[in-house]
């Protein structure tokens, strides 16, 4: 999905909770092949919400750039064929 704007995020460290900057994302769960279907994930007007797939607790931390995650390495990265 090249030029996406939504920002995807992995679990890959099982952390429970993991802290981002933006309240609209999407879900992989683990890189593959450990990855569940890449779920839309909208907070609202909340400042967490849970994955319904890998039950992985997100919260929003406004001091973080849409890129960024704690702990670090959240961020999921396509890698090309």
Known sequence: MA????????????????EIGVKEFMCTGASVPYDHPHIYIDMGDDNEKVCS?????????????????????????????
């Open 3 to 18: 030029g996406h704007g939504i920002p995807h995020f992995q679990n890959d460290g099982g952390h429970r909770v993991i």
């Open 53 to 81: 797939y890998c039950s992985t607790l997100y919260r929003y931390n406004p001091q973080l750039k849409a890129n960024q995650t704690v702990p670090d390495g959240c961020t999921f990265a396509d890698k090309a064929a």
